[in-house]
């Protein structure tokens, strides 16, 4: 078995592309070699912002020989009528390397039985390692010099070792070698891959200590983790704690080869403004992660990581930007504090939201009325009703701030600060910060009532607004963020147990057409069914409750009860009558039960039992008692039997075939006004 490896040395690759980098560089290499019959135990894939690794180990020497039955052209274009082979034939049979004499024909086509030698592995990666760099999908590419190849960043240098060889091909104008750059603060010449030892072979820990030696950790998951610690040990020594986000760290990961950190400070006139800003511009701009202290305020300091500078001037110098930042910040905020933020709401006009559906202001109006009527549904008066109002008065004024112009991440954060800098009520302000809850999938949901009631009417604006403008999601495409806004709105009203009818909140929100209504709700239900299942809620028992969907609570009630009764011993006979009623009942010519044309006693009875459970369901539906609702269900199984064994429904007598036909329909009903039953799957 062999050991191959493949680096790609380049110019500065954009440190947000290199995660999506590796990872097709590993996928992209599994399905090729799948391709040629090299089998491996694994692939790993490395990398900084300057070089991207594919380490292949275990890698058999050689492929697998292989027979097959290569297709060729039809038989009768293959050979002429009196069976003598034609220029297709030959050329085929040329191109197989057999002979005409070994040519057959099956189903009206011509076959080679071709026996392939396995290529060593030396020889298929020399073709495949161009290849599956060229794949690599790219965001952007450019072109350099007079070649005709794109890629990210223009190459510099190419590694490609197999075992103790190295595997030649071309690409990008670069002849493949063994060697490779150092870290720019150790040296710019190239450096010849060696491992530790005469005859060693290649292996990945031997390939890290090299890189090592020459000033670069090359494996992203040992940076990342080296930049972490040592962030959280210069913190302690200033006695504070820092303030590590995943996304920025991950950032700073490929920013870098060499991580070295310092502490640098912060001029204490900053400390006045909201600490939000302060980071918010520490990460943003210089990518710097800040230290808090225990009480979780902006200490005054930061940590800066650098690339392998070990001159501590270098504090000095990103002090100084990073005050020529923070002025810039200052400023903003002092010339926003100059107009209370009420006296910003006419400015919206100013601001577009979206064509077709006016200004910003245009939907701050829309998300009011919306929200009042949520307020209203979920028995909001009085104060909390007022609170509401004022929040989507104000909810969108700071998107006419200088700072939310500079950092749109703080939209809702400065308007909160803003908000009390004005005099408006803590509740308000707070409001304001919530209504952009949750802003991704694992983030907080609203706290407050009036400010979950805000979120809602923003998200249900959006999404009712872009659909009937015909800005739709398609495919991995969501530019206006809908699929976001219909995953907030399920957490929220999941989570905070909102009884919310959505056709309701559609037509409160936006005209639209029947169409486009139905077109939103099967939006948002395609979003809750993967939420449903990542509950453990079985498929079938998901599809049965999002039929007929309009209520996102009421499905995942739903859904729990109707998941734990599915291994009840009553359960199967409620799925068996609802599917064969429903079966029966198709399309009646009318649904009212005459009860005079009831004649037989199993019939009336039946009729009788639909009568009770009719009301008793509707009242479990009423109070969400789904529990109560299912298994009233369950008296109608023994009853149903018995009426299919002794009551013939489609009775030549049209009076009695239509009277039966309209009360199994409205059982149907009934069964339907819990879940369609006929998607629950049941064994055996």
């Known amino acids: 078995m062999l050991n191959s490896l493949l680096e790609i040395g380049c110019e500065e690759i954009p440190a947000r592309f290199m995660p999506g980098f590796l990872k097709d560089l ?41 027979s097959l039955d290569a297709k060729g052209p039809p038989a009768k274009v293959a050979y002429d009528p009196s069976g003598n082979p034609t220029k ?64 990210i960043r223009p190459i ?9 060889k190295t595997v030649k091909f071309k690409l990008a104008g670069i002849v493949s070698g063994n060697k490779t ?22 292996s990945l820990p031997s390939y890290k200590k090299f890189l090592l030696k020459y000033g670069v950790v090359v494996d992203q998951d040992e940076r990342r983790e080296k930049i972490k610690k040592m962030v959280e040990a210069e913190a302690k ?66 940590v800066v990581v650098t690339d392998g500078c070990k001159n501590k001037s270098v504090v000095a110098g990103n002090q100084k930007v990073l005050t020529a930042r923070l002025s810039d910040a200052k400023f903003f905020f ?60 104000l909810c969108k004024a700071d998107l006419t701030t200088k700072m939310v112009y500079e950092f749109p991440i703080l939209q809702g954060i400065i308007g909160k600060h803003y908000a009390l800098l004005s005099g408006e009520d803590p509740k308000v ?105 990542d509950s453990g809620t079985r498929y079938d028992v998901v599809d049965a409750v999002l039929s007929d969907f309009n209520d996102i609570l009421d499905c995942s009630k739903k859904a729990k009860v109707i998941d734990l009764s599915t291994g009840e011993k009553w ?23 005459i009860e005079e044309d009831l004649v037989e006693k199993e019939e009336k009875s039946l009729f009788e039992l639909y009568m009770k459970l009719n009301w008793e369901v509707g009242e479990a539906i009423k109070e969400e008692a789904w529990e109560k609702a299912l298994k009233a269900l369950t008296f109608f199984t023994d009853p149903l039997e018995l009426f299919f064994d002794k009551v013939l429904v489609m009775h030549k007598d049209e009076k009695l075939k239509l009277n039966r036909l309209a009360l199994l329909k409205s059982i149907e009903k009934l069964f339907l006004s819990v879940a369609d039953f006929r998607k629950i799957v049941l064994p055996g």
């Open 334 to 393: 002092e010339e926003d504090k100059k107009q209370p933020l009420k006296l910003r709401i006419p400015d919206l006009e100013r601001v577009g939201y979206f064509e077709k559906l006016g200004s910003m202001a245009d939907k701050s109006k829309r998300i009011g009325k919306l929200a009042e009527w949520i307020a209203k549904r979920i028995g909001f008066d009085g104060e909390g009703l007022r609170t509401v109002k004022r929040i989507s008065e």
């Open 429 to 533: 302000a707070e409001g304001i910060r919530e209504h952009y809850l949750p802003r991704y999938a694992e983030d907080k949901i609203p706290s407050s009532m009036e400010g979950t009631i805000v979120s809602l009417a923003d998200r249900i604006d959006s999404i009712v607004g872009c659909f009937s403008v015909g800005a739709i999601p398609t495919g991995s495409a969501d530019p206006y963020g809908l699929r976001r806004a219909a995953h907030g709105i399920i957490r929220i009203i999941v989570e905070k147990e909102i009884d919310l009818l959505l056709d309701e909140a559609i037509e409160h929100s936006f005209p639209v057409s029947p169409k486009v209504k139905s077109a939103i709700l099967n939006f948002i239900a395609a979003r809750l069914r993967p939420a449903l299942l």
């Open 156 to 164: 510099h240098w190419i590694v490609a070792l197999c075992g103790n």
């Open 181 to 202: 750059s150092p870290h720019r603060n150790v040296g710019t010449a190239l450096v010849a891959v060696r491992l530790a030892g005469q005859g060693q072979t290649l």
């Open 571 to 593: 359960f199967p006979g409620v799925v068996k009558s609802a599917e064969r009623v429903s079966r029966i009942a198709n399309n009646p010519a009318r649904e009212e039960v």
């Open 26 to 66: 590993k996928e992209k290499a599994q399905e090729k070699l799948k391709r040629e019959r090299l089998s491996y135990k694994k692939i790993e894939t490395l990398g900084t912002y300057r070089r991207l690794t594919l380490y292949i180990e275990d890698l058999e020497p050689k492929q697998k020989d292989v």
């Open 237 to 302: 020594k200033v006695k504070g704690n820092a303030h590590i986000e995943a996304e920025l760290l991950s950032e700073v990961t490929f920013l870098v080869e060499d991580p070295i950190v310092y502490v640098g400070a912060i001029d204490k006139s900053f400390l006045k403004i909201p600490q939000e800003v302060l980071i918010t511009s520490m990460k943003k701009n210089q990518k710097y992660f800040p230290i808090l202290d225990n009480k979780g305020k902006l200490a005054g300091r930061f």
């Open 88 to 151: 297709a034939a030959l050329g085929f049979a040329k191109s197989q390397g057999v002979g005409i004499e070994n040519l057959e024909v099956r189903d009206n086509y011509v076959y080679a039985k071709v026996h392939k030698k396995g290529k060593t592995a030396e020889k298929v990666l020399a073709e495949l390692f161009p290849e599956i760099v060229s794949s690599i999908y790219q965001p952007l590419a450019m072109r350099w010099g007079d070649i005709d190849f794109k890629f």
